[in-house]
Nanobody, 122 residues
């Protein structure tokens, strides 16, 4: 079984910074893509950033230049450094792993974390 656990959310003032962490646990041989998504109240879940196992990154236009995604393939972790936060960044942030391969030979197409709340407010 594979689980993703996020941490690092909280309350921050506009212009501030937060760093989110996500760790995948289980007998994992590799993960193709890890990423962060967010869902604001009353809105759909949207992509924030993704990173492949080779380090290729993608970002939503709304966070380019402010957020940075990084991962440690050996530890199966992915981080999201968020700077210059705005009130519109307020949302529940979810970690996602795509194409998770296990040492047993099994695999998961995708796995989601439980989410961590980020609130940007003065």
């Amino acid at each position: 079984q594979v689980q993703l656990v996020e941490s690092g959310g909280g309350l921050v003032q506009p212009g501030g910074s937060l760093r989110l962490f996500c760790e995948a646990s289980g007998s994992i041989r590799g993960i193709d893509v890890m990423g962060w998504y967010r869902q604001a109240p009353g809105k759909e879940r949207d992509l924030v950033a993704t990173i492949s196992d080779s380090g290729y990154t993608t970002y939503a236009d709304s966070v380019k230049g402010r957020f940075t995604i990084s991962r440690d393939n050996a530890k199966n972790t992915v981080d999201l450094q968020m700077n210059s936060l705005k009130p519109e960044d307020t949302a529940v942030y979810y970690c996602k792993a795509v194409s998770v391969r296990l040492y047993s030979g099994g695999a998961y197409l995708e796995v989601w974390g439980q989410g961590t709340l980020v609130t940007v407010s003065s």
